[in-house]
């Protein structure tokens, strides 16, 4: 899961896809970076922990960490929240492999090509509006993973 800053919109889709993956009793890792490395080793901002709290799911264990040329190489799956990040993400990959990878997530998600916008100027009601963009994403792709695992099966 990837964002600017690490510190608004990843570390919730993170905490929301690992959340959904323990509810399912999947075992998968998932990890969160940023972009640029302004926020590194930093919590998430507190507004989504806020938020995020309000759901049962807690972010307080994650800090920032900008993204890598490895991470390109050990994630199947790299999610943008928006078309910056997207763009940004590419510039990582050195073949078609890697690039296949990433992906803008609400429209892997099936929800078309729509951006998760930065809440980090706007306020809490930003931040439930990201939390249920992500919320919907991350139960899709979910579905979709178990659909394509229930066909190699
Ligand atoms: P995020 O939000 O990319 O969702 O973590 C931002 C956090 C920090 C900044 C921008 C966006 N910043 O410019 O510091």
């Not at 990843?10 to 896809?17: D, Q, R, T, V």
């Not at 690992?18 to 009793?25: I, P």
């Not at 990040?85 to 990959?93: D, H, K, Q, S």
Request: aromatic content about 10%; overall charge negative; proline content about 3%.
């Amino acid at each position: 899961m990837v964002c600017l800053g690490n510190i608004c919109r990843s570390p919730l889709a993170e905490g929301i896809m690992q959340h959904k993956l323990n509810q399912a009793g999947i075992a998968a890792h998932v990890d969160s970076a940023g972009l640029i490395n302004y926020h590194s080793g930093e919590l998430p901002d507190k507004r989504s922990i806020a938020v995020a709290a309000k759901y049962g799911i807690d972010l307080t264990a994650q800090r920032a960490r900008s993204f890598t040329k490895d991470d390109i190489k050990n994630f199947d799956y790299i999610f943008a929240m928006d078309n910056n990040n997207y763009e940004n993400l590419m510039e990582y990959a050195n073949d078609a492999t890697e690039a296949k990878r990433i992906h803008l997530i609400l429209d892997y998600a099936g929800l078309g090509k729509k951006i998760v916008p930065d809440p980090y100027y706007g306020d809490q009601s930003d931040f439930e509006h990201v939390f249920s963009l992500l919320d919907d994403a991350c139960q899709r792709i979910l579905k979709k993973f178990a659909h394509a695992q229930s066909e190699v099966v």
